[in-house]
């Protein structure tokens, strides 16, 4: 199948269209998109060497929230970051009680050596690392950490492996191999050398109705940007291949959180 016709041709125009189509689907994003397991806020807690209890947390691309409520629920102390409009929005809707200012992982609303810990959920491949980079060893304290992480298809289950060549075939790519290159990239995220990463894999799943299982993939950002009518027609089909191997209609995904985490000097 070919490349999506309507997606703009220049990679740097498709990366913003996708980044910015987030705003629009914000409560579809908050309401099925999936969290994350209490697993890995102990190997983040591990990793950065400090308990998340009173630690001066920035949550850097914070969406509507997700990664913002589960540190905040272990005690750290969180303020969270978000450019889009619509996500901002979301998420003063859905947390009120937690602090959120509007700016973007390249140039972080927040001062010098301010915070313990620096996190980006899903978040850090839309920066450009040769300033956002500069931006976390400025705005971490000394013994500080930045800790990035992703919800990955688990390729290792088959109807997952089998679903992802779907949608990579709509998509015009082989999204199994490019899952694999953007965990390479990772192992680089800091192309100075300055940051040492260390890296950790959390595997998790969860129950969910088809309909949600159907929105949370509605909600990517490849499929949000495909025309209308294709996308429709994409889920529709994919609802068939579903229901053959979840017949009660539940279906259960399964993730391997992709963590890495940083100390600063």
């Known amino acids: 199948m070919t490349a999506v016709p309507s997606q703009p041709a220049d990679p740097h125009a498709r990366h913003a269209a996708r980044a910015g189509s987030f705003d629009a689907v914000a409560a579809r994003y908050a309401a099925n998109r999936p969290s994350y397991p209490p697993a890995l806020l102990d190997a983040v807690e591990e990793l950065a060497g400090r308990s998340l209890r009173g630690a ?59 915070a313990d810990l620096l996190t980006y959920a899903q978040a850090w491949h839309w920066t450009d690392p040769a300033r ?25 289950v088959d109807w997952i492996a089998e679903a992802t060549g779907r949608a990579g075939r709509f998509l015009g790519i082989d999204a199994a191999a490019e899952q694999r290159k953007a965990g390479e990239r990772v192992e680089r ?35 949000l940007i495909a025309p209308e009518e294709r996308a429709a027609a994409f889920l529709e089909q994919e609802r068939g291949h579903l229901l053959e191997v979840f017949p009660d209609g539940v279906v259960e995904e399964t993730y391997d959180v992709l963590l890495i985490v940083a100390r600063t000097p």
Do not use: C, Q, Y
């Open 189 to 223: 995220a800091d192309p100075s050398g300055r940051l040492r990463f260390t890296r950790r894999t959390v595997r998790w799943s969860r129950r969910v109705p088809v309909d949600t299982h159907l929105a949370n993939i509605a909600t990517h950002s490849a499929i």
């Open 132 to 156: 956002s980079v500069p931006e976390a060893l400025r705005v971490l304290r000394p013994g500080g950490a930045l800790a990035l992480w992703w919800n990955t298809n688990a390729l290792d």
């Open 56 to 114: 001066k947390t920035v949550d850097a691309g914070a969406g509507t929230g997700a990664a913002s409520a589960l540190l905040h629920a272990r005690g750290a102390d969180v303020l969270a970051v978000e450019p889009g409009a619509g996500m901002a929005a979301e998420f003063r809707r859905r947390l009120p009680h937690i602090p959120l200012v509007r700016g973007d992982g390249n140039a972080l609303p927040v001062a010098d050596a301010t």
